[in-house]
């Protein structure tokens, strides 16, 4: 795995395959990635998943982005990258990691700590929940 402090090719590449082509989303890309720090998992060269995060404010982090490519899903490669953004924003002083999950997802993101807040809303055309979690 690879951290890198701006959008690189690679995790462009795969969040284009899951999120456009696979999902549908249109609006993948916004003004937050060239300030984020982004995860790359390879497997050899090839890169097969990816996440982001940024800092809101003192002390909180929010992981966005987290793309795993179709072949390793079930593999705990979107663990991986959660777990190292994670560990990134506990090196710096965080305190708090939030994320915005696509409600179908929120069962990953609770396997590993992350709690549902009571807000929900629509990201394009797709529910989302906002969950926390305590470093």
Known sequence: MKLFHALHPDSAEIRKTVFMQEQGF??????IDSRA?????????RPIATGRLFTERPGCYVIGRVAVLPDYRGKH???AVVQALEAWAKERGGKLVSLSAQCRASGFYEKLGYQKTNDTHMDEFCP??????KL
């Not at 249109?26 to 003004?31: A, G, L, S």
């Not at 720090?37 to 060269?45: K, M, Q, S």
């Open 26 to 31: 249109q609006q993948e890309f916004d003004e």
């Open 77 to 79: 490669v979107g663990n």
């Open 37 to 45: 720090v982004h995860a790359v998992v390879y497997d050899g060269d």
């Open 128 to 133: 989302h929940v906002t969950m926390e979690k």
